[in-house]
C-alpha cells in the first residue's frame, strides 16, 4: 500500500497545502517517512489524514469559481466503525462548502472496501449541495464497493460513475464531462 501515491500530475494548477482555503494548509510531507497506518499497513505519506483511520484523501484540485473539488480517496471506508462519512462531512466537506463548493468529485478507485451504517450525513450532504445546485460523484468506485454502496441505496446521494481515463484531462475538463453527464442524467 505505501506504494499507492495521490494523482500528481496537477500539482502545478494547484497544492491544498498552498492553499490559503484548504483544510490542510500549511501542511508539510516527507517523502521518506511513513508514519500513517491502515490496518498495519504504511500508506505514502503524500496522503492527507482527516480523523479516520481506515480512510485517507488528497485534495486534488479546487475551483473557487465554479465551485467544484476533485477529492482522491484511499483506504477503506468504513461508516460502521469508523464513522467515516462524517468525518470526511465535518472535517473536509463542510469546510469547502464554507467557502463556496458545492460540486465534488470524489475518486474512489482505491476505496476497496465499504461498510455502511446510517444514510443521514449522506442525506445531510446531498441536501446542502442540492440548495446550491451541487452534486457529489464517485468516479471509479471498484464494484465490490459498488455493490455495498448501492445495496445500502447511498447512491441516491452519492452518483456513481465509471471513467477510465480522467487522469489525461486537465481538472477544468475533467468537471465539465462530469457535469455534462450528469446534467445529460437529469434529462432522461
Known sequence: MHNIEPFFNWRHLYTAEEDPKSPFYGR???????TQVIYNYYIHPQWDDFGSRTLYLKILFVDYDEQYAILELMGEW???????????KREIV????K??????????????NFHS??????QEWYEEASEENGWMVAINMPAQTQQD??????????????MENWRNFTPAHFFEKINVE????LTL
Open 28 to 34: 508539510t510531507y516527507s517523502e521518506f517517512e511513513f
Open 78 to 88: 468504513n461508516d460502521a466503525i469508523e464513522n467515516d462519512i462524517m468525518e470526511l
Open 94 to 97: 463542510d469546510q469547502l462548502s
Open 99 to 112: 467557502k463556496g463548493i458545492c460540486k465534488f468529485i470524489l475518486i474512489c478507485e482505491n476505496v476497496l
Open 117 to 122: 451504517s446510517d444514510k443521514e450525513y449522506y
Open 149 to 162: 454502496f448501492r445495496q445500502k441505496k447511498l447512491h441516491y446521494y452519492i452518483e456513481l460513475m465509471e
Open 182 to 185: 450528469l446534467s445529460n442524467r
